[in-house]
């Protein structure tokens, strides 16, 4: 198995529309076509009141896991967000967005495939991995829909073995977009025999490397 690496910890990746592919990598920072990046698009503005749309939402200061996550607020019987992403992933139909406000949120995460995580933005919403034995987000076998992680600051991924901020693996439509990765002990991600979309995150101030490709 050969080895690909970008980036050092001490060093800033910026990747726009590069696409890392497992049988073979596609990696020009030459060749890499410009895409149109915007927000999530589950954000809009109605008069003064702000909306989100989304399927499933997750709020770590107002919400609860015993929640159904149909709503933002809280609004009693059992209505309301979840309070862990990953109780939000689980519940979210392929295809469909996962909204996750702004907070700080302790967690090591399993994607199930076809769900769009989206988070308020990387300035405001955090997954800390808490330098725990494991990735702070594991993507696996993510083929059949397009598995998506946004908005989010990813950090605090732990120093063992091969674990990263964003493990990807046995996956081949998945899209990384408008995150920071960073503080992760070892390295921001790892690809492993997969396919992934990396595009516009900012990978700076990880142990060892921004990205490291298995191919």
Known sequence: MKSMTFGTGSESVKLTA????????????????????????????????????????????????????SSLTCRGNGVGPKKTIQAGINITPKNRICYVAPGIYCEQIIMAEGVRLAGAGAEVT???????????????????????????????????????????????N???????????????????????KIVNNTIAGNGRNGIMAHI
């Open 174 to 196: 998945v899209v990384i977009r408008n995150n920071a990765i960073t503080a992760n002990r070892a390295d921001g991600i790892r690809v492993y025999s997969a396919c992934a």
């Open 18 to 69: 590069c696409t890392l592919i497992g049988a073979f990598l596609l990696f020009s920072t030459a060749g890499c076509q410009q895409e149109a990046v915007t927000s999530p698009d589950v954000i809009s503005n109605e008069g003064d009141q702000e909306v989100v749309y989304a399927t499933v939402y997750v709020d770590a200061s107002t919400g609860s896991d015993a929640y159904d996550g």
């Open 126 to 172: 955090f997954i800390d991995g808490g330098n725990k034995r494991g990735n702070v987000i594991k993507i696996l076998d993510c083929n059949a829909a397009q598995t998506v992680v946004q908005g989010f600051t990813i950090r605090n991924g732990s120093c063992y073995g091969d674990n990263a901020g964003i493990r990807i693996q046995r996956s081949s």
